[in-house]
C-alpha cells in the first residue's frame, strides 16, 4: 500500500449521485470519495449500478441527479476536462485488431493530442511497460486474449492519465494472462500517480489489488473499508466471498439479464 495514501488528495468523489432509465433506478444514492494513488474496487451483483457509475465518471451518461468531480472537475458541467485526465477500458474490444499494437497507440496518442515529438518514446516506453515491444509490429488479431487486455491498459494509460477506469478488466482471461495484468497494474500503481477505478466480479482480484472496496447493492453502496477490514468484521476466517454474499444479497454473479450475460460471453470469446 502507498504510504502517503493518506495523506494525499481525492480525485473521485461523488454526492448522492443517481441515475434512472425511465421507471426503473440504476444508481439510486451514490457518495463516495477515492484518494490519490490507490486502487479502488467497485463491487457488486450484475444489476447493481457499477456499469452505470462508470459510466457517469467517464463523461459517457450524465447523472439524473447528484454531483461528481473527477480529478477536480465536474463530470457534467466540465465533461472535456475530465475527459482529458482520464484512461477508460471498457469490456468491449477497443483494439482495433486490423492494425498493428504500435500503429494502435499512434492513433490513441493523436486523438488524445500527444505532441508528435513525443509520440515515439511515449509508445515505446508503454509498449515495454506492457511487455508489448517484441510484438509491437504484429497485428493485433494475431495477439492473445491477455496481451490484448495489456494493450488496451496501454492505450489507456498512453497520455499519462490521473484516474484510470478499468470495467472488469479480466474477464475472460486465463488465469495466466489475469496474472499478468494484475503485475502490469501493480507495477503502474509503483511508477505513476494514477488512481485506479475498476469494477470486478473477482474476488481474488478485489483482495489483490484493492486499496478499498465498495459493494453496490440496488444501486446504493452497501459497505466499503479496506479487503482486510471487511473480512475482519465478519470474521477471523472470513473471505471476501463471504463479504460479498453479507452485503450483495447472496451469490457472486449469478444474476443478470440476458444483455449482461451476452456481453460477459462476448467478451470472454473475444479474449479466449
Not at 121 to 139: C, K, P, Y
Not at 178 to 196: D, G, N, P, Q, Y
Not at 221 to 234: H, N
Request: a neutral charge.
Amino acid at each position: 500500500m502507498n504510504d502517503t495514501m493518506s495523506e494525499s488528495r481525492v480525485v473521485v468523489e461523488t454526492l448522492h449521485l443517481r441515475r434512472e432509465f425511465g421507471d426503473v433506478v440504476a444508481v439510486s444514492d451514490l457518495s463516495l470519495s477515492i484518494r490519490g494513488g490507490s486502487i479502488f474496487g467497485l463491487l457488486g451483483p450484475n444489476g447493481a449500478g457499477k456499469s452505470s457509475a462508470i459510466k457517469m465518471l467517464t463523461t459517457l451518461m450524465p447523472p439524473t441527479s447528484g454531483t461528481g468531480l473527477v480529478a477536480g472537475f465536474d463530470i457534467v458541467r466540465q465533461a472535456s476536462s475530465v475527459r482529458r485526465r482520464i484512461g477508460y477500458v471498457p469490456q468491449l474490444l477497443s483494439a482495433d485488431g486490423a492494425l498493428t499494437a504500435r500503429e494502435n497507440l499512434t492513433l490513441s496518442a493523436r486523438l488524445y493530442g500527444i505532441p508528435h515529438r513525443m509520440r515515439r518514446q511515449r509508445i515505446d516506453e508503454t509498449l515495454s511497460f506492457m511487455g508489448l515491444s517484441d510484438v509491437a509490429n504484429h497485428l493485433v488479431r494475431t495477439y492473445s486474449g491477455g496481451m490484448i487486455r495489456r494493450l488496451e491498459l496501454a492505450q489507456a494509460m498512453l497520455h499519462t492519465p490521473e484516474v484510470l477506469f478499468l470495467d472488469e478488466p479480466t474477464v475472460g482471461l486465463d488465469p495466466l494472462a489475469r496474472h499478468a495484468v494484475w503485475e502490469r497494474l501493480m507495477m503502474l500503481r509503483k511508477t505513476s500517480a494514477a488512481t485506479i477505478l475498476l469494477t470486478t466480479h473477482d474476488m481474488e482480484e478485489a483482495d489483490e489489488l484493492c486499496d478499498t472496496i465498495a459493494i453496490l447493492h440496488h444501486g446504493e453502496m452497501a459497505i466499503s473499508g479496506s479487503p482486510a477490514q471487511l473480512k475482519g468484521a465478519i470474521g477471523p476466517e472470513a473471505t471476501l466471498e463471504d463479504v460479498f454474499a453479507r452485503y450483495a444479497g447472496g451469490t457472486i454473479a449469478e444474476g443478470g439479464n440476458y444483455h449482461d450475460v451476452r456481453q460477459t460471453r462476448r467478451t470472454a470469446h473475444r479474449l479466449g
